[in-house]
């Protein structure tokens, strides 16, 4: 879809809120999981500026993401 080159050693990955390895090879430079892991949140969910316009191009690619997020949100 985005016509990037993934092998299948970059597909294992903990989760974008997990500290440890594995993770995707882009979670290396994703400014969405620095962000929160520099406010110290495991998701963007609790930030008080959420939803900011780092979140922009993934709640329009994927949907779902933002409701996820909405979702923790509401649990909150």
């Known amino acids: 879809m985005y016509k990037a080159e993934i092998t299948p ?12 390895e594995p993770l995707f090879g882009h979670c290396h430079q994703c400014d969405i ?17 959420y939803a900011c316009s780092r979140l922009d191009f993934v709640h329009q690619a994927v949907p779902q993401a933002r409701q996820n997020l909405d979702d923790l949100r509401s649990q909150g």
Do not use: L, V, Y
């Open 9 to 20: 050693g970059q597909i294992n990955c903990a989760g974008c809120h997990s500290p440890n």
């Open 33 to 49: 999981r620095a962000c929160a892991q520099e406010r110290g949140h495991a998701t963007c969910a609790p930030c008080p500026d």
